[in-house]
T-cell receptor, first 112, second 111 residues
């Protein structure tokens, strides 16, 4: 059974710092991996989707990498801003789109 | 409007009542999903559907019923609501790239 973990569980940084969020999964036979953002009381917003054949994806200040063989993905946020404060979830799809397994999330606070 | 919409946004119901949560998507995505999100448990899959008239159980299906007579709709029914079903429910759909798009959620309270 696929299991997804995320480290750290919570992170507090001053504005302007570059930071890395980590995601690990136990079964490397994945179809894709997706990073989401969730604001308190809100739904999930997709940030980046990495197919299994890709090694990274970039969108603005966000960069996500994928290393299937080691079962790891990282989300890099450059020049963090208070508006980046949210919970970031990693999800792994391992059956041709049938369902994602979610990690518990990393709660990020960016202090002004 | 294009996208995935859930209704109602908030619902309070009594124990034992039947409740239906609605989900509608405008993309004609094949796959649709229902998740519940609880503190300490994260997101857990209740049911999913690969196409109209094809549904399958997820991790926590007990007490829930789904149907999918049309591609765009995927309602979730709690046949006899219990307090343990108090949660936030998210519907999602998945398209050609198999990336998920989520609805805004329904916050359900069973009293």
């Amino acid at each position: 059974k696929q299991e997804v973990t995320q480290i750290p569980a919570a992170l507090s940084v001053p504005e302007g710092e570059n930071l890395v969020l980590n995601c690990s999964f136990t079964d490397s036979a994945i179809y894709n991996l997706q990073w989401f953002r969730q604001d308190p009381g809100k739904g999930l917003t997709s940030l980046l989707l990495i197919q299994s054949s890709q090694r990274e994806q970039t969108s603005g200040r966000l960069n996500a990498s994928l290393d299937k063989s080691s079962g790891r993905s990282t989300l890099y946020i450059a020049a963090s801003q208070p508006g980046d404060s949210a919970t970031y979830l990693c999800a792994v799809c391992d059956n041709y789109g049938q369902n994602f397994v979610f990690g518990p999330g990393t709660r990020l606070s960016v202090l002004p | 409007d294009a996208g995935i919409t859930q209704s109602p946004r908030y619902k309070i119901t009594e124990t034992g009542r039947q409740v239906t949560l609605m989900c509608h998507q405008t993309w004609s995505h094949s796959y649709m999903f229902w998740y519940r999100q609880d503190l300490g448990h994260g997101l857990r899959l209740i049911y999913y559907s690969a196409a109209a008239d094809i549904t399958d159980k997820g991790e926590v299906p007990d007490g829930y019923v789904v149907s999918r007579s049309k591609t765009e709709n995927f309602p979730l029914t709690l046949e006899s609501a219990t307090r343990s079903q108090t949660s936030v429910y998210f519907c999602a759909s998945s398209g050609e790239n198999y990336g998920y798009t989520f609805g805004s959620g329904t916050r359900l309270t069973v009293v």
